[in-house]
């Protein structure tokens, strides 16, 4: 497990457009699938990750 310091730390070294998907990916505890289905418009900065709706296919 990661501490405060390394997840940010990683986030900073990922190429910027994947910085979000780390951090929503660690403080936002979704799924997998949930992460992968996210889109840029599916994130408010002041509201957070939003449900989407759409399915990947994985596991159906």
Known sequence: MLSLAQVVALADAMEPRFRALVLVATFGCP????VTALHRQDVDADRGPQRSGRRTGQGR
């Open 31 to 34: 799924r997998w699938g949930e």
